[in-house]
C-alpha cells in the first residue's frame, strides 16, 4: 500500500508563497515516508501563476526529498499544459497527475485525443485524475480502455466516489495502480485492490495516515479517520485542511487564494478534529512532532 499526500500552498496574508512552511511540510511527509502530490487541487495549482508555479516545484526538487514527488497539471487550455509538462520534464520529479480538463466538459473523442497528447509529451509516468465534482466529466471507461497501455499511462487516482466505477477502471486495466483519490473511502477501495491513497488528511497527521494506509480494515484507525474527515470535509478543500494545519502550526496562516476563502469554513470544527486525532494508538517511536 501506497500513500501520497496532495500537498497544499501555504501562502503569507499577502498572497505570496510561504517557502519556509512548504519546506517544513514536505520534510515531514520525507521524514515519514509518504510521497507527494504538487500543485493539484489541494495545493491550488490553478490560482498559481506560472513563475509560482516553477519557482515552487524548483524549490521542492531542490530539497532532495527521498520520497515519490508528482506534479499536477490543470487546465483547458493545450498549448500550456504541454509547456508546463515540457518545463517538468527537465526535472527529477516522479510523475505527473493529469486531471481531467475542468469546464469545457469534453466527451469521449475529445477527451482521448486530450489525453494522448499530454502523454505524448510527458517524459515521466502520469495518473490520470477522475474527479468529476470539480472536472463536470468523469474519466470514461472507455478513454482508460483506449490510453492503457500508453508507455506513460502509469495510474489512476479515482475521486468519483463510486466503487462499482472503481472496479471497472480496474477490471479493464489491471495492470494500471488504482489510487483512492478520497480519505473517506479509502477503507472499502483498498478491499477492492487499491493501490494506495492519495490523502489530504495527511498533511496534518502524516504519521497516522500512513498507519491508517498500511491498516486500512484496522476498526479503531478507521472509526477516527472518519470522524476527522467530518469534521475537515465541511466545505470546499484545501480550506478545512489549511485552517488544520494553522492550529497545528504547521503552516504559518490558514490564507487562501480568491475563489476559496477561510470565512467558508466554521473555525469551531477545528478543535474537534484536531482533539479526535489524539486519541490515535500512539506508535513506538514517534519519528517526529510539528510542536
Not at 466503487?163 to 477492492?192: N, R, T
Not at 495516515?209 to 470546499?236: H, K
Request: aromatic letters at 10%; a negative charge; charged letters at 15%.
Amino acid at each position: 500500500m501506497h500513500l501520497l499526500t496532495a500537498t497544499v500552498t501555504p501562502f503569507f496574508p499577502n498572497g505570496t508563497i510561504d517557502f519556509a512552511s512548504l519546506e517544513r511540510l514536505l520534510s515531514f511527509q520525507d521524514a515519514v515516508g509518504n510521497g507527494v502530490v504538487l500543485l493539484g487541487s489541494t495545493g491550488e495549482g490553478l490560482s498559481l501563476t506560472k513563475k509560482e508555479k516553477q519557482a515552487l516545484i524548483c524549490f521542492a526538487c531542490d530539497l532532495q526529498l527521498k520520497v515519490p514527488l508528482f506534479v499536477g497539471t490543470s487546465g483547458t487550455l493545450l498549448e500550456e499544459v504541454l509547456d508546463w509538462i515540457h518545463f517538468c520534464n527537465d526535472l527529477p520529479i516522479s510523475g505527473f497527475l493529469m486531471t481531467t480538463p475542468i469546464y469545457t466538459k469534453p466527451k469521449l473523442c475529445g477527451q482521448i485525443l486530450w489525453f494522448e497528447a499530454v502523454l505524448n509529451a510527458a517524459k515521466h509516468p502520469a495518473i490520470l485524475y477522475n474527479i468529476p465534482s470539480r472536472a463536470a466529466t468523469p474519466l470514461y471507461l472507455d478513454t482508460v480502455k483506449a490510453l492503457a497501455h500508453h508507455p506513460q499511462f502509469l495510474g489512476i487516482k479515482d475521486s468519483g466516489g463510486s466503487l462499482e466505477e472503481f472496479q471497472s477502471y480496474k477490471s479493464i486495466a489491471p495492470h494500471i495502480q488504482l489510487y483512492c483519490g478520497d480519505d473517506v473511502l479509502w477503507s472499502e477501495m483498498a478491499a477492492c485492490g487499491a493501490h494506495g491513497l492519495i490523502s489530504v488528511l495527511s498533511n496534518a497527521w502524516p504519521e497516522e495516515a500512513r498507519e491508517y494506509v498500511l491498516n486500512p480494515q484496522e476498526q479503531d484507525y478507521r472509526s477516527l479517520w472518519m470522524e476527522t474527515c467530518r469534521w475537515v470535509y465541511t466545505t470546499t478543500n484545501p480550506i478545512g485542511i489549511k485552517a488544520i494545519l494553522a492550529y497545528k502550526k504547521a503552516i504559518t496562516h490558514a490564507q487562501l487564494r480568491l475563489p476559496l476563502s477561510i470565512e467558508d469554513f466554521d473555525l469551531e470544527n477545528v478543535s474537534p478534529a484536531v482533539e479526535s486525532m489524539l486519541a490515535w494508538p500512539k506508535l513506538r517511536t514517534s519519528v517526529f512532532s510539528y510542536s
